[in-house]
């Protein structure tokens, strides 16, 4: 285990409606990474977080928005959900400026009916 | 824009048996990382792998950077390195692209 933690496991949600998931990033990493994964496909990179802002962001439309608390911790929101919006959400934390030291959290699956 | 080539993008193994994986990249990058994702879902990161040779255990990596290839060795496989394995690269803004995955699978 990588000490990342995600919530919810699996969530289902219906066109239009909003959705939060959340990021718990290992112990001494201050950076948190958003990827999402569609079916059969890599990891896209959606945006990342330091120091409570936004640091890179990734093709995704402003629907996709973020936040990270004082301890570090990790939100994506997604407003107004398309179904194309259905994948395994992955965040991953790590020390700044050490992306080669990211390690991902379990991932969210999200459909959207 | 970046590109990231892997190949092949099935593979079927005999529990045993050895494979190499292939991931080529544009020249616009030059750090380059190596993932196993688990039939659950889970991303592990197997090497960080910029350029030279490393190994662990019955897993090892070779990256030649100027000509923009790296290749995944598995030796004796077994059902458990079963999952697709990713490389990706680290990009300019310090986040990971990843290339088009390779799904093994080893059977019993």
Redesign the interface.
Known sequence: ETGVTQSPTHLIKTRGQQVTLRCSSQSGHNTVSWYQQALGQGPQFIFQYYREEENGRGNFPPRFSGLQFPNYSSELNVNALELDDSALYLCASSAWGTPETQYFGPGTRLLVL | GIQVEQSPPDLILQEGANSTLRCNFSDSVN?L?WFHQNP??????LF?IPSGTKQNGRLSATTVATERYSLLYISSSQTTDSGVY?C?V?TG?????????TRLTVIP
């Open positions: 750090n990382q659950w879902g889970q991303l592990i990161n960080y990713f990706a680290i803004a310090n986040n990971l692209f990843f290339g088009t995955g």
